[in-house]
């Protein structure tokens, strides 16, 4: 069964946080200051339990979702992490299951995953030396943990991607370094361009390197030639270096939205359900999955939210920002 948009945009993806909580502090994500001691994180019972999650997961499949990415806070944190995704990876339907982690738990864990069905990894990377890296992480781990997660990752057979979130004045020193170091791994590293999601890094447009400026910059010591899509909808722009010697993404959300052909739904670890990722307000799918409805009862339920959704707020930005209808919800809620 598929089911479409106001906008005919089918649901295609899931993202599924599995927690909120995280071993980092990365500026753009969860400052310190706020996400310190006292922060409310969900309590244990709010969070989706291994069974409920892939039985929604299993409901979300029954709606279209071919591709399923777990994420958090940190997903590594979650102990039965290796459960849900071998439950997932039963689930008839599915295409694809992959992770997207900040790498320094992942050394440990990537053969376990693996065997569990995990296909593939995003691992954030911001910087190749630590003062810059720390510094943007609230000084929580160091480049080699997290390089040694990508080595085991690939070993493990894993297909590795590396995601840097490039901020002007922070980090734009690192983005050549990182294109080096990436290219001759041979893994594809994904530059994302900085965004105003959440309500706590203090976003403004002059933080942000956009994706026309990236390839300038790479462009002059990489030539670079433009890629089709590998398929429609796919978040980054492809880029192949014009010596062949392998690619690079660009997340350009901010600068060039696109919207038009988001297919991805969000579930937070509490169970609540997000249409876009700048969303204000979630549907509450907990709820249900703990009352007496049946699985036909949340296939109908989730597809009256998506046939609703109207989101495109990355196309709308400029006229949306500081006229949201309350707090957007927070990308560690959420996972990306
Ligand atoms: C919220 S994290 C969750 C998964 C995991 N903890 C990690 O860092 O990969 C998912 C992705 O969102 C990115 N991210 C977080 N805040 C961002 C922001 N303000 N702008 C752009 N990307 C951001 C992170 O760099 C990471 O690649
Ligand atoms: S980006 Fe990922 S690693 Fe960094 S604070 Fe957010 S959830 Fe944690």
């Known amino acids: 069964m598929e089911t479409s948009d106001y906008f005919k945009r089918a649901l295609r993806d899931l993202r599924i946080s599995v927690t909120d909580r995280c071993n980092f502090r990365c500026r753009y994500c969860m400052p310190e200051e706020i996400f310190g001691k006292d922060y409310p994180f969900l309590s244990r019972d709010s969070v989706l339990s291994v069974d409920e999650t892939v039985r929604i997961a299993r409901i979300f499949a029954r709606l279209g979702v071919r591709k399923m990415r777990i994420t958090g806070g940190e997903p590594i944190l979650r102990k039965e992490l290796p459960e849900i995704v071998a439950g997932i990876a039963e689930i008839e339907g599915v295409e694809d299951i992959a992770l997207t982690t900040n790498g320094s738990l992942l050394a440990k864990q990537a053969a376990k995953l693996r065997e569990a069905g995990l296909m593939r990894v995003a691992v954030s990377l911001d910087a190749l030396d630590d003062d810059t890296f720390m510094k943007m992480n609230g ?20 297909s590795v991607k590396v995601n840097m979130v490039v901020q002007k004045g922070v980090n734009e020193h690192a983005l050549l370094p990182m294109v080096r170091y990436f290219r001759e791994k041979g893994h594809i590293l994904r530059m994302i361009e900085y965004m105003d999601v959440g309500n706590t890094n203090g976003w403004d447009w002059k933080h942000v390197i956009s994706k026309k400026e990236m390839l300038e910059r790479i462009g002059a010591e990489f030539p670079l030639e433009s890629a089709a899509p590998n398929y429609t909808g796919e978040v980054a722009s492809r880029y192949r270096f014009a010596d062949g010697k392998g690619e690079i993404g660009i997340i350009s959300s901010v600068s060039e939205a696109f919207c038009q052909t988001c297919t991805r739904g969000r579930l937070s670890a509490d169970g ?23 699985d036909d009862d949340i296939v109908r339920r989730i597809g009256s939210i998506w046939e609703g959704r109207h989101d495109r707020y990355s196309l709308e930005r400029e006229e949306a920002r500081g006229k949201t209808d309350g707090a957007k919800v927070e990308m560690s809620r959420i996972g990306g």
């Open 139 to 158: 000084g929580k781990a160091n480049v080699r943990q997290v390089l040694e997660g990508i080595d085991a990752a690939a070993e493990a057979g894993l």
């Open 272 to 294: 609540m359900f997000y249409t876009c990722l700048f969303a204000t307000k979630g549907h509450d799918l907990r709820t249900l999955l703990r009352s007496d409805a049946s």
